[in-house]
């Protein structure tokens, strides 16, 4: 189907381990975004790509990497896990241009650090 | 960079009232203004967007308007029903990059 696709969409996982959340998106669209949501600061910004091969730092980036070899795909990786990353995380995606419709978002993973 | 203040973080409305929700911006540079709406366990939907050179925009019960010079942008949405109780985002921005105010979470009650 295509869409933007996020997996898994629950995870638990203990304190100091490697996570990595999955983002697909199937239109080649070349911008992809990666938010968390906590309860009082709306959508924070953590990584963007402008294409493959391409990444940049948002707002939030520390504790977390990601890659984009792939235009397609666009995983989110925690190194080593804390609790304070306990969140939701949304992928997003936009295809770029002078004219901007607004991105589209994933269904989000929900994330418990333990 | 641009920083968008959404108000108020919560509203109740009684269904068939109406709901405003209030942003305002910081970067005179932002062209594109869309709001979206959560659901419950759901990402962001795009419901409406408005472009700076249009100053009001309506789609059926949903309206935005945008006044550049106060940097300020409303959503407006009449005859609430219990489907649109959601957290609404504003955004502001330009070229593919948008900032999101913090979200107002609507109540309508039936």
């Known amino acids: 189907d295509a869409g933007i696709t996020q997996s898994p969409r629950y995870k638990i996982t203990e304190t100091g381990r490697q996570v990595t959340l999955m983002c697909h998106q199937t239109?080649?669209?070349?911008?992809m975004f990666w938010y968390r949501q906590d309860l009082g600061h709306g959508l924070r910004l953590i990584y963007y790509?402008?294409?493959?091969?391409?990444?940049d730092k948002g707002e939030v980036p520390d504790g977390y990497v990601v890659s984009r070899s792939k235009t397609e795909n666009f995983p989110l990786t925690l190194e080593s896990a804390t609790r304070s990353q306990t969140s939701v995380y949304f992928c997003?995606?936009?295809?770029?241009?002078?004219?901007?419709?607004?991105?589209?978002f994933g269904s989000g993973t929900r994330l418990t650090v333990v | 960079g641009e920083n968008v203040e959404q108000h108020p973080s919560t509203l109740s409305v009684q269904e068939g009232d109406s709901a405003v929700i209030k942003c305002t911006y910081s970067d005179s540079a932002s062209n594109y203004f869309p709001w979206y709406k959560q659901e419950l366990g759901k990402g962001p939907q795009l419901i409406i967007d408005i472009r700076s050179n249009v100053g009001e925009k309506k789609d059926q019960r949903i309206a935005v308007t945008l006044n550049k010079t106060a940097k300020h942008f409303s959503l407006h949405i009449t005859e609430t029903q219990p489907e649109d109780s959601a957290v609404y985002f504003c955004?502001?921005?330009?070229?593919?990059?948008?900032?999101f105010g913090g979200g107002t979470r609507l109540m309508v009650k039936p």
């Open positions: 790509s402008a294409a493959a091969d391409i990444t």
């Open positions: 997003a995606s936009i295809n770029g241009g002078a004219s901007n419709y607004g991105y589209t």
């Open positions: 955004a502001a921005g330009s070229g593919n990059m948008l900032t």
């Open positions: 239109w080649s669209h070349s911008y």
